[in-house]
């Protein structure tokens, strides 16, 4: 009798699970548990085993029966022994998930968590048991693909059944608390007893609490073992002085708190030095004489000469007057203490530098990024330039280039490849991948593509470079056996942020590929912020900026105040010509159903008078929604036209907003009134149309 027995008691609660998630009718749910009441006073202990087993079966399945059951159980069994019953049999059904997905389903479980597991993999490596317990605490993640996540990393299963039997234990006691009063109910007004609304505020409440009580076990964690100062010198401190250091600096003296600098080389970093301005200017010239060549096509004949030096010299001019908006006398002026000198981390708030140690309420670090030097056999050997050494090997030069090679395909590679190529050098660029700018649109990559090749540039692409050598002039080695000779090459592959030298490895902030933080810019150390190029993702000066005043602005209002750093959606542009420019997601980012809209420039009346009409709008948004998901512009002034969409994403402004809105006339900024217009001629109704046909007949008599 006791398999059968066994076997209808699991059938029974199954089936009473699936009609509380299928109907949830009060008076079904009370013959269901009066069944099993009756069922417990005859047979307590079968009944008690049998849901055991039950809930350990759903649990280990992965099933979506765990609420309902918990629930019911709360409901049958009173609170305390529904809690044993349920917190018990939910951490041994977890651990056999774990242990199934690292024994018997590997492939399986990697194909079914895809992305997910690798966030869980960097969390075990970085703090294995303490993120089990909070994924416990706040399922950011469903507790099934913890299960089998871990199941996949080094975690002991002894480790991994204790921390998940404690951690999931708060969250059993309200959902049991919130199922043994719904046993309680006799009629629909028991609904709203203080009992169960308190158990289900208490469900509601609990991530919230668990959340907060987490962050403060993180931070006394990372704080154990130094002493927080009585008081401060300052208010703030920043760590570098490019984009997002200035910026940081400059919120922080707009809203009169003390504020020391430090910068080791020079004020404005790369962006000004040896990125965004001097790439700028250069690229000015450039287009000045691609311009001048094709001035013919508008009637006006023009043979360019080049003055290479004189280039080169304006280039440093554009420099130098830029130079003073992020100098030390204006930051002076505003009110900032400004230090020359490494900065290292002493202890979490105070900060050495030049023999001095400062402290701080807050400290942001800002400190950059460094172009990376690919490990290649041989690429010492050759000198190679990098985007931060090529404007002083340009400088010396009597004329452009005549033999360059430029190993990568990115923004970088692409902008000086096509501009030193309009200006008369010979240039071969070098991409390991399939496409130029691969995170881009496709069709916006081809055409950058076959722009840069009508202008001269060799485009190898598939082809990844193996090593390089000196023997019979300097050359580079592809994969295909090729040797590329050159009098120079730039390696443009991509930067790395400078983490090494701080002293963030010594108080235990976590790094990686840049310095980790959450979605408000605080490091491990709440009162420690990182932004720009050492935060990520993007490495762009625009992204950086935008992060500066965010750390700023949440280290001088903590705790009253907090913005988030992606709150905004952050433009970027490729000034090659034509310009490409985009903001959110391209087409092949976006999941779920969604719509494109593609709109030309051969179709824009300003594009049509200036002879410049290669390009075009694209815009994705959802199916049957004007709200947009990401923006791609190709041709003249993309870096201006995006404006208005990045504007709009901010502040939930779909394309109808847009069309709505006057625009000078003609422009290029109509190419983004008018791609809104292409949008909305695809979404009106044919039945309204005919109606609208309808009633003007009507009104004709």
């Keep these: 009798m006791r398999k059968p027995l066994l076997f209808l008691v699991l059938i029974v609660v199954a089936l009473a699970a699936l009609a509380v998630v299928a109907e949830p009718d009060l008076a079904r749910l009370q013959d269901w548990r009066a069944a099993l009441e009756d069922l417990r006073a005859a047979r307590p202990v079968a ?37 044993v019953l349920i917190s018990f ?105 203080p009992g169960l609304i308190a158990a289900f505020v208490a469900i509601g409440l609990l991530p919230w609490v668990a959340r907060a009580a987490l962050a403060v076990l993180r931070r006394r964690r990372a704080l154990r073992g130094y002493t927080r100062p009585a008081r401060f010198d300052r208010n703030l401190i920043v760590i570098g002085a490019g984009a997002a250091g200035l910026v940081a600096a400059y919120v922080g003296a707009a809203a009169k708190a003390r504020v020391t600098l430090i910068e080791a080389e020079r004020m404005g970093g790369d962006c000004l030095n040896s990125g965004c301005v001097p790439s700028k200017a250069l690229i000015a010239s450039a287009r000045a004489a691609s311009e001048a060549r094709a001035a013919a096509d508008l009637g006006i004949h023009a043979a360019p000469r ?122 071969t660029l070098i991409e390991a991948g399939p496409r130029l700018l691969p995170r881009e649109e496709p069709e916006a990559s081809a055409a950058v593509d076959a722009a840069l090749r009508r202008n001269g540039v060799e485009v190898l692409l598939g082809q990844a470079a193996t090593r390089c050598g000196t023997d019979d002039g300097r050359w580079i080695e592809l994969s295909d056996g090729r040797r590329i000779g050159f009098d120079a090459l730039l390696v443009a592959v991509g930067r790395r942020a400078r983490l090494t030298g701080f002293g963030l490895e010594e108080l ?18 709440p009162h420690i912020y990182a932004a720009g190029d050492a935060a990520g993702p993007l490495q762009l000066t625009n992204a950086a900026g935008h992060q500066g005043w965010v750390a700023a602005a949440n280290a001088l209002a903590r705790p009253f105040w907090r913005f988030r750093a992606d709150a905004a959606p952050i433009p970027a542009a490729v000034f090659t010509s034509p310009e490409l420019a985009r903001v959110g997601l391209t087409e092949a980012e976006v999941s779920g159903p969604h719509e494109v809209v593609t709109y030309p420039l051969a179709d824009l009346d300003r594009a049509i008078a200036e002879g410049r009409r290669a390009g075009f709008v694209k815009i994705v948004t959802p199916k049957g929604s004007d709200r947009i998901l990401g923006v791609t512009v190709l041709g003249p002034h993309a870096a201006e036209i995006i404006a208005e969409f990045a504007l709009a994403m901010r ?42 046909q309808r009633f003007m007949d009507w009104r004709r008599g």
């Design 508 to 525: 235990g902030l976590p790094v990686d590929r840049v310095i980790e933080t959450n979605a408000w810019l605080q490091t491990l150390m």
């Design 89 to 193: 049999a939910s951490t041994i059904g977890a651990t056999l998930a774990f242990l199934a997905a690292r024994y018997l389903a590997r492939d399986w479980v990697r194909a079914k968590l895809g992305g997910r597991l690798a966030a869980i993999e960097r969390g075990v490596a970085r703090d294995g048991g303490f993120f089990l317990f909070s994924l416990r605490l706040i399922p950011v993640v469903p507790f099934f693909a913890i299960n089998l996540a871990f199941g996949l990393t080094g975690m002991r299963v002894a480790r991994f059944y204790g921390i998940s039997q404690i951690g999931m234990l708060p969250g059993t006691a309200a959902y049991v608390a919130a199922g043994a009063q719904l046993g309680q109910i006799q009629s629909l007004s028991g609904i709203l007893s």
């Design 47 to 83: 009944l008690a085993g049998g849901f055991f087993a039950a809930y350990v079966g759903v649990t280990a399945l992965s099933l979506p029966l765990a609420v309902p059951m918990t629930l019911l159980g709360g409901a049958v069994f009173g609170f305390w022994q529904a809690l």
């Design 306 to 427: 080049v003055d290479f030096p004189a280039v080169m010299a304006r280039v440093q001019e554009v420099i130098a007057q830029v130079a003073p908006h992020d100098s030390v006398e204006r930051y002076e002026g505003l009110g900032v203490e400004v230090l020359r000198g490494h900065a290292r981390l002493v202890d979490p708030w105070t900060v050495e530098v030049a023999g001095r140690r400062l402290s701080a309420r807050g400290i942001i670090l800002a400190t950059g990024a460094a172009p990376v030097l690919p490990d290649l056999p041989g690429l010492a050997t050759v000198a190679p330039l990098t985007s931060e050494t090529l404007w002083d090997y340009l400088a010396g030069l009597p004329a452009p280039p005549a033999r360059l090679a430029i190993l990568g395909g990115g923004p970088i590679g692409c902008e000086i490849a096509q501009a030193l190529a309009q200006l008369g050098a010979g240039v």
């Design 651 to 692: 502040h939930r402004m779909g394309l109808g907003k847009i069309l709505a809105t006057p625009h000078v006339y003609p422009s290029w900024a109509e190419a983004a009134k008018n791609a809104s217009g292409r949008w909305k001629q695809g979404h009106v109704s044919p039945r309204l149309l005919r109606l609208a």
